[in-house]
């Protein structure tokens, strides 16, 4: 069974993780969110931007963070997005569990990716996900909404942010309704690079 549940989210200075319309996904915001890793060498070989691109730390996260996840859960708006963006060869090369009220059958793509559509709640998907994962971890993979539930739920261990060089104003924000009482955060790791702050948690009940 796996061992965590963590979820590791690009944001904002401002705290957001996404504009608030799908429309606006490939919107200046969004690139600016997400610029530092299009140059990285793991993102162009999983994304299939073509060959080379940088290493060091950054390069070096974004790969740990892929090599450690066994299984992905994620929101049917992320799902939408990703369904119009992702290469054939889908970037998570594991199994993708997607939270939704859509009843669909699971959509398997070339390079190990499968989407199973779970329609009765986050703990079934989570439980499948884990029994998925082996001895790997399970990561939330978005968006704001699903992420929040798993928060709320007290289902998260731990997460990690890339904070990025860039105010949204407005949007989809990480953490809009958290339970505030309820979760307490453990630092794990602060480290600035050339482009973002990774910042990394545990999650503990208060
Ligand atoms: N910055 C980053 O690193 C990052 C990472 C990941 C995603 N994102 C972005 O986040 C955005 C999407 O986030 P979001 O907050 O709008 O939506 P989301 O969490 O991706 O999806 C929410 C949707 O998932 C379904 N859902 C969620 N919980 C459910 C439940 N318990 N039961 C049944 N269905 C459930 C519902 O859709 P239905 O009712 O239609 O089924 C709900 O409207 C995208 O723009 C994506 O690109 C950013």
């Known amino acids: 069974m796996a061992k965590k549940v963590f979820f590791?989210?690009?944001m904002s200075l401002d705290g957001f993780i996404a504009p608030e319309s799908l429309e606006d996904l490939m919107g200046r915001q969004w690139?600016?969110?997400?610029?530092w890793m299009f140059p990285l060498r793991f993102i162009?070989?999983?994304?299939?931007?073509g060959e080379g691109?940088?290493?060091g730390r950054d390069n070096d996260?974004?790969?740990?963070?892929?090599?450690r996840t066994g299984a992905s859960v994620m929101g049917k708006r992320m799902f939408d997005a990703g369904e119009q963006m992702w290469p054939e060869e889908a970037p998570f090369h594991t199994p993708v569990f997607v939270v939704t009220h859509e009843k669909r059958d699971p959509w398997e793509r070339p390079g190990g990716t499968t989407f199973h559509f779970v329609n009765d709640g986050i703990e079934t998907a989570l439980d499948q996900a884990r029994e998925a994962a082996g001895d790997r971890d399970v990561r939330i993979a978005g968006g704001g909404a699903t992420i929040l539930e798993y928060v709320n739920a007290g289902l998260i261990d731990e997460f990690s942010i890339a904070l990025s060089p860039v105010l949204f104003g407005s949007g989809i924000r990480l953490f809009e309704g958290v339970d505030a009482g309820r979760v307490a955060l453990e630092p794990v790791r602060a480290e600035?690079?050339?482009r973002v702050t990774h910042l990394t948690y545990e999650v503990r009940e208060r």
């Open 192 to 194: 600035p690079t050339q």
């Open 53 to 55: 691109g940088e290493e």
């Open 44 to 49: 162009r070989e999983n994304l299939k931007l």
């Open 61 to 67: 996260i974004v790969r740990e963070t892929f090599e």
């Open 8 to 10: 590791s989210v690009s």
């Open 31 to 35: 690139i600016a969110l997400q610029q």
